[in-house]
């Protein structure tokens, strides 16, 4: 398909245009793919990142997710879906490897007993201004997998990642109404815990989202 060298190594996009890349890409043109891979890689990472809790495991997650995006792109039926669809199979990616580390983590049957284990995190204020933002990157990600999981990847998704709450619903395949109470729920459950480190400042450079 012609026309597409303007596309690579574009930091932002049009819909259509990814749209373009989506479809020369189901046509072989590797260098399409490439650039859909760089266009959404952070995003991705990112998002395994807040679900794993680890950086080796969110980037063995990533390349895993793009792999199956390559291989399953011909399924694809709309182009302009091409985001949440990353997504969805970077979601399942992320329950398979809970599942093979844990088969329960993941359970819903599990879920008060991951609240309890929330409400057990403890978290001590660290005095030394300078290491504070290191400090709380470290107490949002252990508050974060604490959670139970059906919060944990609504919140990252409407929270840190921005999605809308009906996009969020779309994407974990649930009602609005379920994911709204479950946004509210994880917003209370983080508030708190970050409450105890900040010891709830005005100006934390977080406390504006749990708002």
């Known amino acids: 398909m012609p026309g597409l060298a303007h ?9 259509h245009e990814i749209g373009r ?10 260098a399409a793919f490439q650039a859909i891979y760089e ?28 792999l199956q995006a390559l291989r399953q792109l011909g399924r694809l039926r709309d ?16 329950y398979q490897k809970f599942r093979r580390k844990d088969a ?11 609240m309890r284990k929330l409400r057990e995190v403890r978290i001590h204020a660290q005095p030394d201004h300078n290491l504070m933002n290191a400090e709380l990157g ?6 974060l997998d604490s959670l139970p999981a059906k919060l944990r990847e609504v919140f990252v998704l409407a929270v840190i990642q921005g999605m809308s709450y009906q996009e969020t619903a779309t994407l974990v395949g649930r009602s609005l109404l379920s994911v709204k109470t479950d946004i509210y729920r994880a917003r ?3 508030k708190e815990e970050l409450g ?15 708002g």
């Open 138 to 143: 470290q107490v949002i990600q252990r508050v």
């Open 39 to 66: 266009h959404f890689v952070k995003r991705i990472y990112n998002f395994l990142f807040r679900m794993v809790g680890s950086a080796d495991e969110a980037e063995d997650l990533t390349q895993q997710t793009f």
């Open 104 to 114: 329960d983590s993941w359970d819903d049957r599990d879920n008060e007993r991951q």
């Open 7 to 15: 596309l690579y190594n574009r930091p932002y996009m049009e819909a």
């Open 21 to 30: 890349l989506v479809r020369a890409a189901r046509e072989g043109d590797r």
């Open 79 to 94: 182009a302009g879906q091409i985001e949440s669809w990353i997504y969805r199979i970077a979601r399942n990616e992320a």
């Open 188 to 190: 209370l459950l983080v």
């Open 196 to 210: 105890k480190y900040t010891g709830a400042r005005p100006g934390s450079a977080f406390k504006g989202k749990m």
